[in-house]
């Protein structure tokens, strides 16, 4: 077995795979056979936010657990315009906690970077907002804050959706992350993510509630047509996406059950949305973005085979290693990168008993080895 499927250099059984590569290296190398682009474009710099997401509408969602560096990598090399760092607790950064830096931090690939931050004192957010625009320096493109969260241990502190109950205090934590950021003499974009309301069967209160944020200075609201309660269960409704578009005059983001690229540009058509957040749907598809930018410019796209699949679970996994991620994470991979193939649930458990980069691209390249067969 040579590995030479994943454009590594080549691999014998008694040696043990480069884990220091360069994550550009690594891109150079697998990103063809893999369909991704080796050049990862900038989010514009110059223009208002809503002509900045009109260029490119494909935004990657920040997921906790998930869009860790190498998931933004794969993300930007699939064409998305921005990404999300994952869900950053601001009291974590107020007590110094260096895990909560690991968590913003940027890989030296990344141009820009979209910053999410959680809590519910504003003191917090000011203190954070500075600390993250002085850490980052250009290439934090925004800050957005989380009252969408559903999970009870966020929620129980009267953070993430819970904010939805509260939106004076969810105004204040704008105003403060504007002010923090003015304190280190940054302009840019304060954004929040929010959901369709905090339960089923209650009325619907984003719209009012995305108006309060305007007023309090956000620049953008991403809307989650769900309830909190809802979790990410049933459907998102869209309609409610639609009548935030109607309730306020800053860019609207939609997210929300966007399983692919028709439904990424079917939700800006349906809803009016300026752009598009992909979360669930980004699983084992970092083309997800490239292919509704193709769509929107009236292209056919391909279907991204299993040895395309492959490569872009090889290249992903090498990413994480040379990102220093937990390599246990490339388990939930190989189940994205694998679904529907015959014998995934086969691959789901060798994936499972996988320790190592060598042991995981050893596992591709057999799965590639019946491909070709």
């Known amino acids: 077995m040579t590995g030479g499927h994943w454009g590594h250099r080549e691999r014998k059984p008694d040696v043990s795979y480069d884990s220091q590569a360069d994550p550009r290296e690594i891109l150079a190398e697998c990103a063809q056979v893999a369909g991704l682009s ?10 208002s936010l809503a002509e900045r997401l009109a260029a490119n509408p494909y935004l990657m969602a920040p997921m906790a657990g998930v869009s860790d560096q190498a998931y933004r990598l794969m993300a930007r090399a699939g064409g998305a315009s921005l990404a999300y760092s994952e869900m950053v607790s601001v009291a974590g950064l107020h007590y ?8 913003v931090d940027p890989n030296e690939l990344e141009s820009d970077i979209a910053v999410q931050l959680f809590g519910s004192k504003p003191e917090q957010f000011r203190e954070a907002a500075a600390a993250v625009a002085t850490r980052l320096g250009s290439r934090l493109a925004l800050i957005d804050i989380n009252m969408a969260c559903p999970v009870p241990k966020v929620t129980r502190k009267g953070e993430g959706s819970a904010l939805l109950e509260t939106p004076e205090l969810a105004a ?20 929040v993510k929010i959901r369709s309301a905090r339960r089923t069967g209650e009325p619907e209160v984003a719209p009012e509630f995305a108006r309060a944020m305007e007023a309090a200075g956000a620049s953008a609201v991403a809307v989650h047509g769900r309830t909190a309660s809802q979790l990410y269960r049933g459907d998102a409704d869209w309609g409610c996406v639609e009548r935030v578009v109607s309730a306020v005059s800053i860019p609207v983001i939609g997210t929300g059950d966007v399983r692919g690229a028709a439904e990424a540009v079917r939700m800006r058509e349906q809803t009016g949305a300026t752009a598009v957040m992909v979360a669930r749907g980004t699983y084992g598809n970092p083309w997800v973005f490239s292919d509704a930018q193709a769509l929107d410019q009236g292209k056919e796209i391909r279907e991204h085979g299993l040895s395309q699949r492959l490569a872009a679970f090889a290249c992903h996994v090498r990413l994480l290693d040379a990102t220093h991620a937990h390599l246990a994470r490339a388990r939930s991979l190989a189940a994205w990168y694998v679904k529907g193939m015959p014998g995934a649930a086969a691959v789901r458990e060798r994936a499972m008993r996988c320790a190592s980069v060598d042991e995981y691209l050893e596992l591709a390249d057999e799965l590639m080895g019946r491909v070709e067969g």
């Open 38 to 47: 080796c050049d990862l474009t900038p989010f514009p710099e110059k223009g």
């Open 96 to 103: 110094g906690g260096e895990k909560t830096w690991e968590l």
């Open 172 to 191: 204040e934590l704008v105003e403060a992350t504007i002010a923090g950021l003015a304190d280190v003499e940054v302009d840019l974009p304060v954004t």
